[in-house]
T-cell receptor, first 106, second 116 residues
Framework: KNEVEQSPQNLTAQEGEFITINCSYS?????LHWLQQHPGGGIVSLFM???GKKKHGRLIATINIQEKHSSLHITASHPRDSAVYIC????????FGTGTRLQVFP | DVKVTQSSRYLVKRTGEKVFLECVQD?????MFWYRQDPGLGLRLIYF???????EKGDIPEGYSVSREKKERFSLILESASTNQTSMYLC???????????????FGSGTRLTVV
């Protein structure tokens, strides 16, 4: 079993929809990254959080350390949000989830 | 704007060639990492370095070596490239320290290597 599980693996949405991507992990961590990867591109860190909630524009990330769970929400989704979203946890080194491929259609 | 720069976005090499992938960061970070990314397997750690001239094996070091002669530069070396090393390679760095705020990673834009 993977130490970091993401769901769903694939997600399609219509422009404007509210999107949630989930991440569950089984190890003790000090922090968690949400990462975004566009096709053929590098990885951008969207959030790094260790408790509570963070918001940046239309993106919101939450984490519950006791339940070992984090969610990434996208409000008013747009086709430019289409990408792979990766959850990565930090016990000592990064452990990555396998990603959620999001496609947003106009 | 702080950066991790990988010297090539796309690279095509022949089997048996010696290949150097270069990564440079301008944030004075102590820790640097090399990952490879493959469909269905996600990102896996090849090697990392926590200081100049220091290196540690990651989860899949076989067939690779690294060099860290200067703090800002971390090189991944494929001594004799093979077709199973065709992959996307990503470099990352972070500052060391135990404070939560110091744990953030910065990633490069990736090098897509094809070995023919």
């Amino acid at each position: 079993k993977n130490e970091v599980e993401q769901s769903p693996q694939n997600l399609t949405a219509q422009e404007g929809e509210f999107i949630t991507i989930n991440c569950s992990y089984s190890v003790g961590i000090s922090a968690l990254h949400w990462l975004q990867q566009h096709p053929g591109g590098g990885i951008v860190s969207l959030f790094m959080l260790s408790s509570g909630k963070k918001k940046h524009g239309r993106l919101i990330a939450t984490i519950n350390i006791q339940e070992k769970h984090s969610s990434l929400h996208i409000t008013a989704s747009h086709p430019r949000d289409s990408a792979v979203y990766i959850c990565a946890v930090i016990p000592d080194k990064l452990i990555f989830g396998t990603g959620t491929r999001l496609q947003v259609f106009p | 704007d702080v950066k991790v720069t990988q010297s090539s976005r796309y690279l095509v090499k022949r089997t048996g060639e010696k290949v150097f992938l270069e990564c440079v960061q301008d944030m004075d970070h102590e820790n640097m990492f090399w990952y490879r990314q493959d469909p269905g397997l996600g990102l896996r750690l090849i090697y990392f370095s926590y200081d100049v001239k220091m290196k540690e094996k990651g989860d899949i070091p076989e067939g690779y070596s690294v060099s860290r002669e200067k703090k800002e530069r971390f090189s991944l070396i494929l001594e004799s490239a093979s077709t199973n090393q065709t992959s996307m390679y990503l470099c990352a760095s972070r500052v060391s320290g135990t404070a939560t705020a110091n744990y953030g990673y910065t990633f490069g834009s990736g090098t897509r290597l094809t070995v023919v």
